[in-house]
């Protein structure tokens, strides 16, 4: 987890409220990603970015929306439009192309939580 | 299209026995393969990889991974286990087609490894 932060560890959301989960990396890493746990479905891409400024939709981006306006931040909004947003959110980044770079390091996590 | 399957959602093993949890992929191309394993509430940590070269790899924490072309197989291996190797565990292929998928990681759903004492 060292070098990855996500804040916070558990967030409550109101039915209709958008909330932002915060991930920051301090690795120099120009490729950063959000998946979505839930159990027994393994990790789904929800977004990603290889450089600033520029983000692409993973499998299941609906509901959701990201920016990437430097290079050590990647906040994923889980908007009211997502009705089922319930899951472990996991923030990863990696050094970017190249055979010996690609190796995604993950954060801690941020449980979300339906009220 | 790349994707990985782990075929056991479980695996039990008694400490000290040796312990394979089981990968298989399918990409395009040639492979790069991941492991990483999970502790409860926690993010995925990294385990080992196979880029080219042996097909045995060696981890962390005594973790070993065999890549087998032929069976298109990337099994994680451990000699002993142990009962703190109780973790859920990921195998993952990474995309190396070209364009704006380039760089991400296809996972399978997870093994749930439990050594018991």
């Known amino acids: 987890d060292g070098g990855i932060t996500q804040s916070p560890k558990y967030l409550f959301r109101k039915e209709g409220q958008n909330v932002t989960l915060s991930c920051e990396q301090n690795?120099?890493?120009?490729?950063m990603y959000w998946y979505r746990q839930d159990p027994g479905q393994g990790l789904r891409l929800i977004y990603y970015?290889?450089?600033?400024?520029?983000?692409q939709k993973g499998d299941i981006a609906e509901g959701y929306s990201v920016s990437r306006e430097k290079k050590e931040s990647f906040p994923l909004t889980v908007t009211s439009a997502q009705k089922n947003p319930t899951a472990f959110y996991l923030c990863?980044?990696?050094?970017?192309?190249?055979?010996?770079?690609?190796?995604?390091?993950f954060g801690p996590g941020t449980r979300l939580l339906v009220l | 299209a790349q994707s990985v399957a782990q075929p056991e959602d479980q695996v039990n093993v008694a400490e000290g026995n040796p312990l394979t949890v089981k990968c298989t992929y399918s990409?395009?191309?040639?492979?790069?393969l991941f492991w990483y394993v999970q502790y409860p509430n926690r993010g995925l940590q990294f385990l080992l990889k196979?880029?080219?070269?042996?097909?045995l790899v060696k981890g962390s924490y005594g973790f070993e991974a065999e890549f087998n072309k032929s069976q298109t197989s990337f099994h994680l291996k451990k000699p002993s286990a142990l009962v703190s190797d109780s973790a859920l565990y990921f195998c993952?292929?990474?995309?190396?087609?070209?364009?704006?998928?380039?760089?991400?990681?296809?996972f399978g759903r997870g093994t749930q490894l439990t050594v018991w004492p």
């Open positions: 990863a980044s990696s050094r970017g192309e190249g055979p010996l770079q690609e190796t995604q390091y």
């Open positions: 690795l120099n890493h120009d490729a």
């Open positions: 970015s290889q450089i600033v400024n520029d983000f």
């Open positions: 990409v395009s191309g040639n492979p790069y």
């Open positions: 196979y880029i080219t070269g042996d097909n």
């Open positions: 993952a292929v990474r995309d190396m087609g070209g364009g704006s998928t380039l760089g991400r990681l296809y």
